[in-house]
Antibody, heavy 120, light 107 residues
């Protein structure tokens, strides 16, 4: 069965860096676009970043552009999110999510989430 | 960016009742809209994709309709496990955006 398992969350001070990982299994990882979506405590969902199935294109929300980098290693079935210059407002649960294959639109599988807390 | 406005913010209903949730887009998203259910402490779960297609394993009591700017998620008869927060999500224009959510609570 499809599984997405995030790791790497934790507590960091403002300005520091953190890298999240999302280990995928149960499907052909290299065929699917992947996303990061975050959710601040008690609030709604915010899309963060997308990487195409082959890593050839990436997109970022304006709120993280220039600070976060999405990448993937298809040989390891793993998605990454490197987060630099973290801010208090980046505090959230970060989910990785699998994209449906075009022409369908939606995120059909989600990880359990990794909590990132940015606090001094 | 496209703004998705969900209404109502909270819906208080009893099991067995019909729930009608609305999502309005600030500009047309064609049919590129999805609906998710989220329960406390859990990840979102895809219910509906492309506005009206049920995702794998989703019960028939969930249905989606609409296109352009106005969309509806209907739960025909609420089961106890359906009380949760529901989000709409558009992929028509970058960046992806989510609505603010509708909480369906037990009356």
């Amino acid at each position: 069965q499809v599984q997405l398992v995030e790791s790497g969350g934790g507590v960091v001070q403002p300005g520091m860096s953190l890298t999240l990982s999302c280990a995928a299994s149960g499907f052909t990882f290299s065929r699917f676009g992947m996303h990061w979506v975050r959710q601040p405590p008690g609030k709604g969902l915010e899309w963060v970043s997308l990487i195409w199935f082959d890593g050839s294109d990436k997109n970022y929300a304006d709120s993280v552009k220039g600070r976060f980098t999405i990448s993937r290693d298809n040989s390891k079935n793993t998605l990454y999110l490197q987060m630099n210059s973290l801010r208090v407002e980046d505090t959230a649960v970060y989910y990785c999510a699998r994209d449906l294959i075009a022409p369908n639109y939606g995120f059909d599988y989600w990880g359990q989430g990794a909590l990132v807390t940015v606090s001094s | 960016e496209i703004v998705l406005t969900q209404s109502p913010a909270t819906l208080s209903l009893s099991p067995g009742e019909r729930a009608t949730l609305s999502c309005r887009a600030s500009q047309s998203v064609s049919s590129q809209l999805a609906w998710y259910q989220q329960k406390p402490g859990q990840a979102p779960r895809l219910l509906i994709y492309d506005a009206s297609n049920r995702a794998t394993g989703i019960p028939a009591r969930f249905s989606g309709s609409g296109s352009g700017t106005d969309f509806t998620l209907t739960i025909s008869s609420l089961e106890p496990e359906d009380f949760a927060v529901y989000y709409c999500h558009q992929r028509s224009n970058w960046p992806d955006t989510f609505g603010g959510g509708t909480k369906v609570e037990i009356k």
